[in-house]
């Protein structure tokens, strides 16, 4: 499985984003999928999940009620819509795949074995 994010960039504190990652596997053929982040001296940590119907979704606690994970199964992608942003929302994004039967998000790195390359979002105050 390769898997493709791209959609970082510079905004400013309040601004939207959406991040995309393209999957070299149909998003429909029975993978859960998450995001995870790495802000600059700090761990990777989890930030959104989605199983592999897109019936069950869950987000961390820092933020929820901002962003969105979704997957349009037609074109292989899933994204994550990020408003209301924060400069604390730094960091470089990652997207993850697993081929687990878990009918509940994932949230562990661990869980993961497939990667994207990263996509760099910088918020500025």
């Known amino acids: 499985v390769q898997l493709q994010a791209s959609g970082g960039g510079l905004v400013k504190s309040g601004d939207s984003l959406r991040l995309s990652c393209l999957a070299s596997?149909?998003?429909?053929?029975?993978?859960?999928w998450g995001w995870f982040r790495q802000a600059p001296g700090k761990e990777r940590e989890f930030v959104a999940a989605?199983?592999?119907?897109?019936?069950?979704?869950d987000y961390a606690d820092s933020v929820k009620g901002r962003f969105i994970i979704s997957r349009d199964i037609s074109k292989n992608t899933v994204y994550l819509q990020m408003n209301s942003l924060k400069p604390e929302d730094t960091a470089v994004y990652y997207c993850?795949?697993?081929?687990?039967?878990?009918?509940?998000?994932?949230?562990?790195?661990?869980?993961?074995?497939?990667w994207g390359q990263g996509t760099l979002v910088t918020v500025s105050s």
């Open positions: 596997v149909r998003t429909s053929s029975g993978y859960n």
């Open positions: 989605i199983i592999r119907s897109g019936r069950y979704t």
């Open positions: 993850a795949a697993s081929g687990s039967r878990s009918w509940t998000p994932l949230l562990l790195i661990t869980q993961y074995p497939f």
